[in-house]
Every structure is written in structure tokens, then in C-alpha cells.
């Protein structure tokens, strides 16, 4: 099973970017995208559980997370993008249904993309 996380760039503060992440050798009920700046931590910013989408507050009305099942793949669009948007992007899967408390931890999640690096320039 591999993910494979792309899209990511440099760009000016108020662009856009789609981020996608591509899925091979299994299908997944729970996805999310976590983001990494440097010196902290990895955190949560867009969840999908089968329907159910959920952001986090510094991203909401900004970010979208979408799914294609056809082609296995999981976007997320980031509009408005500003310089704290700026880190490694990376995408994560699990098979069964994460539950809600455990949706921000990293062990929740058992498999992971590579990372794609997004640079928000002021």
C-alpha cells in the first residue's frame, strides 16, 4: 500500500493550491491531511470519514477535502492561502473508521504519504 501526496509549491499569500494524494492497493474509510511547519508540531487540518469532513479552525472556509472513489484519491484545496499555511503537507489513511477523539493523533493513522512542502509567501 503506498500513498503518494503531490501539488504542493511556492506561492504568493490570497493564491490557491491543490494538494492530492493517490492511493494504491487498498481503499480507506477515514483520510486526513496533516500539515508540519518547521520547529513544531504535526498537526490536523482536514479530516474525511466516509461523508463526514471536518476542518481545522484555522482553515475552515478555506480548505476543502474532497474524494474521487473512482481514482482512489483524496484533494485538498487550499484558497486564501496565507504565510502560516507554509509546511510539509502530508496525507494519511486508515481503513476503518477513525473515532472522533483520536482523529488529530498521528498513530491513528496507518499509512502515510511522503509529504509535499507548500510555501505561502508574504
Known amino acids: 500500500v503506498q500513498l503518494q501526496a503531490s501539488g504542493g509549491g511556492l506561492v504568493q499569500a490570497g493564491d490557491s493550491l491543490r494538494l492530492s494524494c493517490a492511493a494504491s492497493g487498498r481503499t480507506f474509510n477515514t483520510w486526513g491531511w496533516f500539515r508540519q511547519a518547521p520547529g513544531k508540531e504535526r498537526e490536523l487540518v482536514a479530516v474525511?470519514?466516509?461523508?463526514?469532513?471536518s476542518y481545522a479552525d484555522s482553515v475552515k472556509g478555506r480548505f476543502t477535502i474532497s474524494r474521487d472513489n473512482a481514482k482512489n484519491t483524496v484533494a485538498l484545496q487550499m484558497n486564501g492561502l496565507k504565510p502560516e499555511d507554509t509546511g510539509t503537507y502530508f496525507c494519511a489513511a486508515n481503513v476503518n473508521r477513525v473515532i472522533s477523539s483520536s482523529l488529530p493523533y498521528r498513530s491513528a493513522y496507518s499509512y502515510w504519504g511522503q509529504g509535499t512542502l507548500v510555501t505561502v509567501s508574504s
Open positions: 474525511l470519514r466516509a461523508s463526514e469532513k
